[in-house]
């Protein structure tokens, strides 16, 4: 059975337990900053906060102006989160990590000014998201170059 929907690749996955430091920052929770990307190339960013109280998300271009859309899945009512003042170095980050997938989304945190990564992931909210208006699925699915199709020659379950 599939448990993982659209994200195939965790199927064979050992499950583990990973503890880490608690991080707060000045909202008293933890903005979470995601930065989609084509081959490292920043095409817009999501920001979330208030995911344990009344959450609130942004779409933004690149230089932190909003975006003309809306992007994601159930990600709360739209509002404005104020830009990190590592965006510099968080875009550079994320074009770092992304170069040479055709599409990832970096995560970061800051705290106290410091920046923090929240994982990489090649299926975005597990390949739900959504554009509002939904034109610009096809701007952006235009912008995405896929590799070749190669053969698979692994084991199906």
Request: hydrophobic share 40%; net charge negative.
């Amino acid at each position: 059975a599939m448990l993982g929907g659209f994200e195939l690749h965790y199927e064979f996955c050992e499950p583990r337990i990973i503890a880490e430091q608690y991080l707060e920052d000045a909202s008293g929770g933890l903005r979470d900053y995601k930065f989609i990307t084509f081959d490292g190339r920043v095409q817009f960013i999501l920001a979330i906060e208030g995911r344990f109280a009344t959450e609130r998300s942004g779409t933004y271009l690149a230089d932190w102006s909003p975006a003309p859309f809306r992007y994601g899945y159930r990600v709360g009512v739209p509002g404005d989160i104020p830009r990190p003042g590592c965006l510099d170095e968080m875009l550079h980050l994320a074009q770092r990590l992304g170069a040479g997938f055709p599409f990832a989304r970096v995560d970061f945190y800051e705290v106290d000014g410091r920046v923090y990564f929240g994982e990489i992931t090649f299926t975005d909210a597990n390949g739900l998201s959504t554009f509002d208006p939904e034109c610009y699925d096809e701007v952006f699915g235009s912008k995405l170059v896929l590799p070749e199709k190669r053969p698979f020659k692994g084991v199906m379950l």
